[in-house]
């Protein structure tokens, strides 16, 4: 490639920022806008202009994300250890995506790696019901999970069929969610939502990388973990593009590749609701008043919104009534010999009977201590979220509470609630891995939270996380190891 003679002239000033939606205590610098990428250096592309010189300019506006992207990859993939040179012991997303582009819309059973976590379709007397007992030559196998994962496979797939390896390929995933989520951070600040200064952003993006359950998530590349991790990457996509509702055909877009990877973020649409009918920097009970006079504005952001997440929703629905004849079902009514059929059937998937183990395995559940010999433990069924991700306890006790304060909040909780009523609680697991649906809005409710990073209880705080979720990466050891006693 050859390298333009050109020099790189200085960037041009950036635009004025509005001030900063939060009380006047927060006067931290804001980080810079980044640079035009398309402006200035030896003419546009096509008209003279270098590709090279354009990379460069781009490497510069973006330099932090790149750099981060790269030592969450290392980092990543050396704590993978040898996962990363091979397929997961659940590929689902590969064979799904292998059927598709063999024509079927099933997954073929002669070529299944194992029986775990696969739904399995029985007709009877017209019917679809569950497969007991025995597997019959008729029955239907199909991934008991949302399908954008396979989706975003399905380019690798078609190159390296069965062989693809999806734990490399989640580890990619992980690092570019980290690189995303200080994308996000650093536009937030130029936004003047935050007063977060760049090295603050960096911290925090290392915070979602190593200091939360997302760590041990990452290198693991099963397809339990593999969506969560994409659900992260989507989220910080979506969020971006729905911030005052600024984007709402992109933002439904993300929306919907965020809901068919992980089916509790459809909940998270409350957030670009939220910033339809209260854009601006005025109280929001002030602008809820004013939305009989403006509400076309708002309907306007939210029929484009929906626009945006409906080809992919109608698609999915379609998929789910060819599968298993409702709209809404990904296939977990339908799980082939699966030790949560008992509950299933007795209290379905949702039920007010799940919500106490649900909160013991997200709060209650604790390290043990084994002193002969001395063994430090944890339960695989949870662990609590005040050790996973301690920047909780700041939360509770904000120095600010700016204009995103309350929507960050609610889509929290929408988007927790639902799975604290789930008939799983996350079986095999570090920590409560459901939580990290909402992780990143708990960590931007932290970052508009007012807290300084150098104030030592926080520092100290962060330490505590890292070194939990070090922990967790290098000791958990999943199902699928355990059965087959890697």
């Known amino acids: 490639m050859s390298r333009s003679k050109s020099k790189r002239p200085a960037p041009s000033m950036p635009e004025p920022r509005p001030a900063p939606a939060v009380e006047p205590a927060a006067t931290a610098p804001v980080e810079p806008a980044a640079p035009a990428v398309t402006e200035g250096v030896a003419g546009p592309v096509g008209s003279g202009g270098s590709v090279g010189a354009v990379l460069r300019v781009w490497f510069a506006a973006y330099r932090v994300e790149v750099l981060l992207f790269l030592v969450a990859f290392v980092v990543l993939a050396s704590f993978s250890s040898q996962r990363f040179l091979r397929q997961s012991a659940a590929p689902h997303f590969i064979y799904q995506a292998q059927g598709w582009l063999e024509g079927r819309l099933d997954v073929d059973p002669q070529v299944l790696p194992n029986l775990e976590d696969w739904a399995c379709v029985r007709q009877v007397n017209g019917q679809k019901v569950r497969c007991e007992g025995r597997p019959l030559p008729d029955d239907r196998w199909f991934v008991s999970f949302p399908s954008f994962p396979a989706v975003a496979m399905l380019p690798f797939v078609a190159l390296h069929g069965y062989q693809f390896n999806d734990t490399s390929f989640g580890v990619i995933i992980g690092a570019l969610a980290v690189a995303l989520f200080y994308s996000l951070l650093r536009f937030l600040a130029r936004e003047g939502e935050t007063a977060r200064t760049r090295d603050e952003n960096v911290v925090l993006a290392l915070t979602l990388a190593f200091g939360t359950l997302f760590f041990y998530c990452a290198i693991r590349g099963e397809v339990w973990f593999s969506a969560e991790v994409m659900g992260v990457a ?184 639902p799975g604290l009523f789930y008939q799983n609680t996350g079986y095999m697991q570090f920590g409560f891995r459901f939580s990290l649906d909402y992780t990143p809005y708990l960590l931007l409710l932290f970052a508009i939270g007012g807290w300084s990073l150098r104030q030592r209880v926080v520092m100290g705080t962060l330490v505590l996380g890292v070194l939990v979720n070090f922990w967790g990466a290098v000791a958990f050891r999943g199902y699928t190891e355990l059965v087959r006693n890697w």
Not at 237 to 245: D, E, F, G, Q
Not at 278 to 283: F, I, L, Q, S
Not at 310 to 331: D, H, T
């Open 234 to 417: 989507l989220t910080c996509l979506y969020v971006r593009n729905a911030l005052r509702a600024r984007h709402p055909v992109l933002a439904g877009v993300f929306f919907s590749m965020a809901t068919l990877t992980r089916t509790p973020l459809f909940f998270a649409g409350l957030f670009f609701v939220l910033e339809a009918l209260c854009p601006g920097p005025e109280p929001r009970l002030q602008q809820l008043k004013e939305l009989g006079r403006h509400w076309k504005q708002a309907a306007r952001k939210v029929g484009l919104f929906a626009l945006g997440a409906a080809p992919l929703g109608l698609l999915a629905a379609g998929y789910n009534v060819y599968r298993f004849g409702r709209l809404s079902e990904f296939g977990h009514a339908y799980l082939f010999n699966n030790r949560v059929n008992v509950d299933i059937d007795r209290w379905g998937l949702f039920h007010w009977e799940y919500l106490g183990r649900n909160l013991e395995a997200a709060f209650l559940k604790w390290p043990s201590l084994s002193l002969s010999p001395l063994k430090l433990g944890y339960d695989p069924r949870g662990l609590t979220l005040l050790l996973t991700l301690p920047l909780l306890v700041f939360l509770l006790v904000p120095k600010l509470r700016p204009r995103l304060h309350w929507p960050l909040w609610l889509t929290v909780a929408v988007c927790a609630l």
